[in-house]
């Protein structure tokens, strides 16, 4: 494996972290078996959480099979909809301030989040819940 991330830095002009790193991220954490999940409760909101997110922190997500990354900035305010099995991970939804993200309403049926705000998982450190 560490010859092949060495042959990988060669070839393309990479450092070895930074080829790990690629092909890292195409590996989910064990714990997260898929994309953020809502609702499944005729009477109670599809997220049943609110918290704050403590520090900036990586935005786990997955596409077409794929780990996509992206941030959340320390101090955003979020929905909680979902935790890995382990717990060490929170599903979290997001949006722009004052947006509505559709979670705060029963969704009867349990179903992957789709939009219209930002979802993914974060490690469970790095969330307080406030509410819920």
Request: hydrophobic letters at 40%.
């Amino acid at each position: 494996m560490f010859k092949m991330l060495v042959a990988t830095a060669l070839v393309f002009g990479v450092t070895v972290a930074e080829a790990k790193k690629k092909e890292d991220a195409n590996r989910k954490p064990a714990s997260i078996t898929g994309n953020v999940m809502v609702g499944g409760e005729a009477e109670f909101d599809a997220c049943g959480g609110y918290g704050v997110v403590l520090a900036t922190t990586s935005l786990v997500s997955i596409k077409d099979g794929k780990m996509e990354f992206d941030k959340v900035d320390v101090n955003t305010f979020v929905s909680s909809c979902d935790s890995s099995e382990d717990r060490r991970f929170i599903g979290i939804i997001y949006g722009k301030k004052g947006q509505d993200c559709g979670v705060s309403s029963p969704i009867p049926k349990r179903q992957e989040y789709k939009g219209p705000c930002k979802s993914g998982w974060i490690k469970a450190e790095f969330f307080e819940l406030l509410a819920g």
